[in-house]
């Protein structure tokens, strides 16, 4: 278990490799974070470390939160988050400390965590993908409808998990094993192939991707 990082989704743009293939690629702002809390085995029952990202100003804060961040020393910050990670990790950690993209690396695999975009009440062909009915003669005002959804007098119920209309995305999203193709610690910002989830500038924790890294993106970073 490995600690990740907050940022910042900014947008998509496309790069080009050594090769001239065109590389579609989600680029992530994350500035420095910083350690706000230590659990330990010992004190709290388990370990992992707390980061906070984004200052604040004291106004912003209920008085619980500032006398935390006065306790910690560490400046105050907008969003925390708590990473799992092993007791090795914390060897060397203290209050105060920062990480940055420095932890990621070219070609490496991560697994990116959001919010998904709100899409509302959505109905069954865009929420589940579901094909509709023909548009022929007869057909009255049922060609985007789920069709039957019941059974007869027993169970005389629906069925739980039916796929129906209802509110679309706005929903924590992992997608796994994205592969990192430029970072860049200076500007704070990482590159990754493919799309994460979120709008722009949604929050985004970036972490080291938990199935493990492969031979091949050892080979290539």
Not at 16 to 38: H, K, Q, W, Y
Not at 162 to 171: I, Q, S, V, Y
Request: aromatic fraction near 4%; charged fraction near 25%; glycine fraction near 12%.
């Amino acid at each position: 278990m490995k600690a990740g990082i907050l940022g910042r989704k900014v947008g998509m743009t496309q790069i080009f490799d050594a090769t001239g293939e065109r590389v579609p690629v989600t680029v992530l702002e994350a500035s420095p974070n910083m350690v706000t809390a230590i659990r330990t085995l010992e004190h709290d029952g388990y370990t992992a470390v707390q980061l906070g990202f984004e200052d604040v100003k004291d106004k912003h804060l209920t008085r619980p939160m500032k006398v935390k961040f006065e306790k910690a020393g560490v400046a105050p910050k907008r969003v925390l988050r708590e990473f799992r990670v092993d007791a090795s990790v914390l060897e060397g950690l203290e209050l105060g400390a920062t990480i940055d993209l420095g932890i990621f690396e070219a070609g490496m695999l991560v697994d990116v965590t959001a919010t998904s975009k709100g899409k509302g009440f959505q109905g069954v062909m865009k929420r589940h993908h579901m094909a509709g009915m023909r548009a022929t003669h007869g057909t009255h005002e049922k060609r985007r409808n789920p069709g039957s959804i019941g059974n007869r007098k027993s169970p005389g119920r629906t069925f739980k998990n039916t796929r129906l209309p209802g509110h679309m995305g706005a929903k924590k999203i992992t997608t796994q094993n994205l592969k990192v193709v430029e970072v860049d610690t200076n500007k704070g910002i990482i590159l990754i192939k493919g799309t994460v989830p979120g709008g722009r500038n949604a929050l985004v924790t970036i972490r080291p991707a938990i199935k493990g890294q492969p031979a091949a993106a050892k080979t290539e970073s």
